[in-house]
């Protein structure tokens, strides 16, 4: 086996292991939107609400812990939109709040059924063809960029800080990037396997930091499906305008055997 073949089985090890956690989003089970009247929500633990600012929860008797302290009053959540939830303890499973333009709750149980039935991913062989030289153009200043989303009426607002280009059997091609991890790039895309062998709305492609030239490496064998393709209840953003690729990349993540 090569070397290359090596380190994406390890790769692919990794992920699998990652989207197996016990709370992560293979464990979802429900969704829920807030309104601005507090109220019950089913098997869900207290009385929750949203405001124009704020997601709060009022525990109602019931057993809650957030950030390792016991919730015994109402407790308010500020959350930036489109960014990273909290989550509220309620014994073996855990409330996530978001805010995705209103708040929403949502129950990540470690016994749901997703995650119970879980075998992996399928995925394209790998193979160097689909390791591409790419070059990242920052723009003059980052661009906040609205995107729509797989709930139909809702849309996500991201920093994007520039385009990266490439070409491609020798065609040019753009794709408008936004920040990833570690200083990083992700790139959501869509292609002309979309729909066909690999998850319709969208994948994303992690990026590595650009060199100091802004040159980096686009490796399509690592496109990852977001979590909407495993599950109804996620909230994922749809690519930016502009972001398909008009060919086949046949590398990287399918159709989850879920969806299949």
């Not at 429900?30 to 929500?41: H, M, Q």
């Not at 062989?125 to 723009?139: A, D, Q, T």
């Not at 980052?142 to 809702?154: D, F, I, K, Q, S």
Request: proline fraction near 9%; include cysteine.
């Amino acid at each position: 086996m090569s070397t290359f073949t090596q380190e994406w089985q390890d790769w692919k090890v990794r992920r699998e292991a990652d989207l197996a956690q016990p709370h992560g989003w293979l464990a979802l089970v429900s969704l829920d939107w807030l309104t601005d009247a507090p109220r019950e929500y089913p098997g869900i633990p207290g009385r929750w609400w949203q405001d124009a600012d704020a997601a709060y929860v009022d525990p109602a008797g019931a057993s809650l812990v957030h950030e390792g302290e016991p919730v015994t009053g109402v407790r308010r959540f500020g959350l930036v939109n489109s960014g990273a939830g909290t989550r509220v303890l309620a014994g073996d499973v855990e409330i996530e709040v978001a805010r995705r333009s209103g708040y929403l709750i949502r129950v990540h149980d470690p016994k749901a059924e997703v995650l119970r039935e879980f075998h992996g991913v399928p995925a394209y062989e790998p193979s160097p063809s689909w390791v591409l030289s790419g070059r990242f153009e920052p723009f003059d200043a980052p661009r906040p960029t609205t995107v729509g989303a797989v709930v139909e009426g809702l849309s996500h607002v991201y920093t994007a800080p520039g385009v990266v280009r490439f070409t491609r059997d020798g065609a040019p091609h753009t794709l408008t990037a936004f920040n990833g991890k570690d200083g990083g790039l992700s790139i959501l895309f869509t292609d002309g396997t979309s729909g066909v062998t690999t998850y319709a709305a969208n994948r994303s492609l992690p990026v590595g930091a650009p060199a100091a030239d802004g040159s980096v490496t686009l490796d399509f064998n690592r496109a990852v499906n977001l979590p909407c393709a495993f599950t109804d209840f996620a909230t994922c953003p749809l690519p930016p305008a502009g972001n398909h690729l008009p060919f086949a990349v046949e590398a990287g993540e399918k159709i989850p055997y879920e969806r299949g």
